[in-house]
């Protein structure tokens, strides 16, 4: 049955290595510059954790604007400085620029991912220039656990380096959640 149910959400233009790794690659020169133009601000940038050839269609670009309109709603117009949503084959992607500091965004956005009903979808990395040098803040320097896999709760980018988890399962799990968010 999840298989009926998950093509609806994993149906899309297909992308490959190259164009992942040139939007990888564009993402970091879009970081670059936003903390160039605002070095003593912070940069939040987000991005979604699809499996799979296809990462965006209708129903994956409302879950992530879901999250973003969360986002948004933390931060009074005040504290945000710059900010760029772009709609790309490669998955959405969405860029804040904040008057905080990187541990304050960092912490938020933990709180985000493990509390919202569709934050095991959303990659959300807290950028900030440091002597000309784009730096992250990890889950880790915040004395907090890396982020756990949302199949088995181990380590997720170790999971994710060791491909423990077919993009099946992957999908089915992904399936499930946005399930759960229709019905609730």
């Given amino acids: ?8 959400f994993f149906q899309g233009q297909e992308i490959d290595l190259l ?3 040139a939007a990888r690659e564009k993402r970091a020169d879009n970081q670059y510059s936003f903390l160039e133009k605002h070095p003593s601000c912070v940069l939040l940038s987000a991005t979604m954790t699809i499996p799979g050839p296809i990462k ?8 992530f604007l879901t999250v973003v309109t ?24 969405y860029y804040l620029v904040l008057k905080t500091t990187p541990k304050d965004l960092k912490k938020q956005m933990i709180q985000l991912e493990e509390n919202h009903l569709f ?3 959303v990659d959300l990395d807290v950028l ?10 990890s889950r880790t320097e915040l004395e907090q656990q890396p982020r756990g896999c949302f199949i088995c709760e181990n380590d ?4 994710g380096r060791q491909r423990r988890h077919s993009i099946e399962e992957m999908q089915e ?12």
């Fill in 70 to 93: 969360k986002i948004d709603d933390l931060f009074p117009p005040k504290l945000q400085v710059a900010l760029k949503y772009c709609d790309l084959v490669t998955g959405p992607e």
């Fill in 173 to 184: 799990k992904i399936t499930q959640l946005i399930e759960k968010g229709r019905v609730t």
């Fill in 56 to 63: 965006t269609n209708e129903q994956l670009k409302n879950i």
């Fill in 156 to 159: 997720a980018k170790i999971c």
């Fill in 119 to 121: 934050g095991r979808l």
């Fill in 1 to 8: 049955m999840w298989l009926e149910m998950s093509k609806q």
């Fill in 128 to 137: 900030y220039m440091d002597k000309n040098q784009l730096r992250t803040i």
């Fill in 19 to 21: 164009q992942m790794l």
